[in-house]
């Protein structure tokens, strides 16, 4: 007569063993633990492993953004978290969960920055640039006419990023049918703390192609709309922006190494002086946890 099979023996663990395990891994290993066997399962999906990996000091967020009866379980928190950006009490910033890491990201609107020579113009995204970001948030975005220097400043508290985490900050932006100046003199930005910030060329009116996903791009393209006939050949120092599936350009400004511990200001600008630009739409600026995926797009 056949004999049942044996136990797996990775079930014969301890409970507690599997939750204090899979708590030390992350939110995306968590994940695929549910899928070894029952016991795993189990340990998962537990309040204990969920709650080491929520981020610590969550911040708190403008009301009706959780349901009144919030989810049952850590787990459930997370998932909340990361499905969809929560805005924070002031509605003018809002924080995402990274599914894969469980930091914690932010969007700063274009109502949060300090843009020069900003009259407070702000045009729907959705309907007249035919567009709308995830999560249904921030609808409108600072159109920017002409200018005779162009900055965009924002602080953020450094207390409110995830600890030991590389974040990079990125711009969102579109350019209007009529717009002019962003191609030379290239903007300079920079991401940090006062003092110590990294800082680079960016070209917010040229862009990229990419001839393979895992090369890097070749292509430099300007616009044929108001050419800049001053305009010099960008170096490979210079960053461009993608162009994003939802229509949107972002570019990056930078990387910042979040400490333990540490507390201040970090700083986020991208500044050209002293020329003359118009119609650029800023609809506001990320900090993304980074990952080795995510790579600026350089020529």
Known sequence: MDQPPAAC??????????????????????????????????????????????????????????????PSTKKGLFRRLSDEPVLLPRKFVRMQVDKATGAKCFTLSASSLQISHFAGELVPVGSDFHCN?????????????????????AKVQRNMLSRNTTYVARLVFKLAPSFYGYDFPFQKASFGVAGSESTREICLQGYVVDDDVD?????YILPSCYPNRHATPPGEHVVFPRTKTDGWKEVELGEF??????????????????????????????LRSSTKQQRPARL
């Not at 079930?11 to 695929?32: E, G, K």
């Not at 309040?47 to 919030?70: I, N």
């Open 215 to 219: 090369e890097p791009p070749r292509k």
């Open 257 to 286: 190494h979040n400490e333990e511990g540490d507390d201040g200001e970090i700083s986020i600008s991208v500044i050209q002086p002293g020329h003359v630009s118009c119609g650029l739409i800023v609809w506001g600026i990320e």
């Open 9 to 70: 023996e990775i079930d014969r663990l301890p409970a507690d063993l599997l939750v204090h395990v899979i708590s030390l891994t992350s939110p995306a290993d968590a994940f695929r633990a549910t899928a070894v066997s029952r016991a795993f399962h189990a340990a998962a999906d537990s309040d204990t492993v969920w709650s080491r990996l929520l981020p610590r000091d969550l911040p708190r967020f403008a009301k009706r953004e959780l349901p009144r009866t919030p």
């Open 133 to 153: 970001r995830r999560g249904k948030r921030f609808l409108q975005a600072a159109r920017l006419g002409y200018m005779n220097g162009l900055e965009i400043r």
